[in-house]
């Protein structure tokens, strides 16, 4: 489905667009009474916003508000092609890698672990990539009966996207705390970031999510920060410090790939340029991960047993 120009919107269509930038609260109350009524016959929620019509709409951007449409934005379609492509191009690669830091492993725990990592690593961009695909076809598809039947689909991946986040970091830092010697202190900040990462997906399910949005990107920072803190404090005494040096710079695209995760209707390509920022600090990881347990972890497993 082409979007139209802004000189062909209807009066009405142009009004509404227009009020959802001016006046979002009253705008989502207005749809939401919409989305009640199935024999509605003009576009619903889920229609394109093309980027003509944003532009348009906001070439005079807000000093109260920089984001007008924070919860009801909706991608372009060039967006949701990028959106899509940006995590699917690293599907392959991530099962490489699952395959590749697993055989590295020489015991059932590092086996586990690296299994848990695999798996946060690989349902991260699978969910991800799913979900912006699933997306892209209810908002190009004609047939509103297909829509409907999609939506329950599309709202499900929505959770298994979010949730992917939180269980991707919690798996990523779990090899690192339960493999290192970080004492009692890297059990205890291993519990409870899976503990934070559980309430981050328990948070993202309520309705005060949609008060506080920007809330879940901070149990992001804490979920992300608080092992790394733990871990630099134990690497930093190590004489081979290039695990440290990766792991940093991971941990740094994450944090700046934030900024783009809040800017939905201020940056264009915004989500897709965040799954740019997550992949490049998932590379630096997983290279960090694999070259500390070829040259650190097996090394002292081998030497443990001819001991």
Not at 8 to 33: C, G, T, V
Not at 55 to 66: F, N, V
Not at 263 to 270: A, F, H, M
Not at 286 to 306: A, C, F, T
């Amino acid at each position: 489905m082409e979007s139209k120009d802004v000189k062909e919107l209807k009066p009405r269509e142009y009004a509404e667009i227009k009020q959802m930038a001016e006046k979002p609260e009253k705008a989502a109350r207005k749809l939401k009474r919409r989305k009640r009524c199935s024999r509605e016959s003009k576009p619903c929620v889920c229609d394109w916003v093309s980027s003509k019509e944003r532009d348009a709409i906001y070439d005079k951007p807000s000093h109260e508000d920089p984001n007008p449409l924070p919860h009801d934005y909706k991608f372009t379609y060039d967006e949701g092609i990028a959106n899509f492509l940006s995590h699917a191009i690293c599907i392959i690669p991530a099962i490489i890698a699952w395959y590749r830091i697993q055989s590295v492993a020489s015991n059932f725990k590092e086996s586990a672990v690296c299994f848990v990592y695999g798996t946060g690593l690989l349902l991260l961009f699978f969910s991800s990539s799913l979900y912006h695909l699933v997306y892209l076809l209810e908002q190009t598809h004609s047939c509103k009966t297909l829509c409907h039947k999609i939506r329950p689909f599309r709202r499900f991946l929505s959770f298994m996207d979010r949730a992917a986040i939180f269980l991707f970091i919690a798996g990523s830092y779990t090899p690192w705390l339960t493999l290192m010697d970080t004492g009692k202190m890297g059990t205890a900040v291993c519990r409870a970031i899976w503990v934070a990462a559980i309430g981050g997906i328990v948070y993202h399910q309520t309705s005060i999510h949609t008060k506080y949005p920007k809330a879940e990107a901070f149990i992001y920072l804490i979920v992300a920060v608080l092992p790394a803190t733990v871990l630099v404090s134990t690497m930093i005494h190590y004489k081979n410090s290039i695990e440290l040096v990766l792991l940093i710079l991971g941990g740094f695209f994450y944090i700046f790939g934030i900024y783009f995760f809040l800017k939905d209707g201020v940056i264009r390509y915004n989500h897709a340029i965040w799954h740019m920022f997550v992949n490049i600090g998932a590379a630096f990881h997983y290279v960090s991960m694999h070259h500390y347990l070829l040259n650190e972890v097996r090394p002292r497993n081998m030497s443990n047993h001819g001991t």
